[in-house]
């Protein structure tokens, strides 16, 4: 999964054709690196950052769609806001990735209207402007797990059946260092939950906690990320980086599906 954020940019006259654009042709080069899914964001979420209006997000992210829903890509869209949810789903949106899990007032309805969006779950203790000032567990793993199960009950109560599900951990969302490895090192025991597993660790100051890199350069250390993130059993990796990500990933596969002697070489070559 490519990231595509909206965001305003320094030429804007109030408008939004300069960021759709430049969107529009970052969307493009994700797809040439092989991309399998993009994943368009209207409002950061990172910690610190500010909401913005149903309106503005709606004015960032449906016109980047509507382009894009005429590509043969499957598009997600980054939001928590129902009005946004509608909007999307109705421009033909594959996935709505919510980083609050459907617990916004409408956002299951929003969901539960339409039969086939697929929908990510995504663990946050707190909201993005406080999420990271004291982030606290008394057991890490088994309090996003549990929490993953009620939002999992909660949508297929709401009529949203489980192969629409996707469950995701957060890295980075209300969540120390600790507490990120932590999850990474026991991301398995979320897959006993039975639904695919999303992980988003690209650039994320967990790992320039580690390797001392700032921002714009943390590829090799969000490569291993992604990499391990796969080995403990992510089916969707959230990244920036989509080609190195690919290369280092096709290593991977190349392991699972090139190691019995009974495959066949053809069949196992660039794979
Ligand atoms: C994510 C994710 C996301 N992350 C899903 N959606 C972001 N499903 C946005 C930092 O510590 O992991 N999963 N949408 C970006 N959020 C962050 C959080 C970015 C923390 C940076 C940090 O640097």
């Known amino acids: 999964m490519g990231i595509i954020n909206v965001t305003p940019d320094s030429f804007s006259d109030g408008g939004h054709f300069f960021s759709t654009q430049r969107a529009i042709a970052h969307a493009k080069n994700l797809i040439e690196e092989g991309a399998d899914i993009l994943d368009i964001g209207g409002e950061s ?33 980054d939001t928590s806001k129902p009005e946004v949810m509608k909007h999307a789903i109705a421009a033909g949106a594959f996935m709505i990735n919510d980083v609050n899990a459907l617990r916004n007032p409408g956002a299951l309805e929003a969901v539960a209207q339409n039969n086939h969006v ?6 946050m203790q707190g909201t993005p402007q406080t999420m990271q000032a004291n982030p606290q567990y008394r057991d890490i793993v088994q309090e996003v797990q549990d929490f993953l199960q009620q939002r999992i009950q909660a949508a297929t109560a709401a009529g949203i059946s489980q192969d629409r599900l996707i469950i995701d951990p957060g890295f980075g969302f209300g969540k120390t260092l600790q507490h990120n490895f932590t999850l990474l090192n026991q991301l398995d025991q979320l897959t006993k939950l039975g639904v695919p597993l999303l992980a988003g660790l690209s650039r994320k100051s967990m790992l320039g906690a580690i390797t001392g890199n ?39 596969n190349a392991m ?16």
Do not use: F
């Not at 697929?118 to 663990?123: A, E, F, K, S, Y």
């Not at 959230?238 to 290593?251: G, Q």
């Not at 699972?256 to 794979?271: F, G, L």
């Open 45 to 77: 979420t990172r910690p610190g950052s500010q909401q913005v209006s149903v309106d503005e997000e709606l004015k960032r992210v449906i016109p980047v769609l509507e382009v894009l829903a005429d590509t043969q890509i499957p598009v997600s869209i």
């Open 118 to 123: 697929q929908v990510c779950l995504m663990h």
């Open 214 to 252: 700032d921002v714009d350069h943390r590829i090799h250390e969000s490569i291993a990320a992604a990499l391990l993130a796969v080995v403990k059993g992510a089916k969707i990796v959230r990244v920036h980086d989509v080609k190195a990500t690919k290369e280092a990933l096709a290593i991977h």
């Open 256 to 271: 699972k599906n090139c190691a019995a002697p009974e495959i066949n070489a053809s069949t196992c070559n660039r794979n």
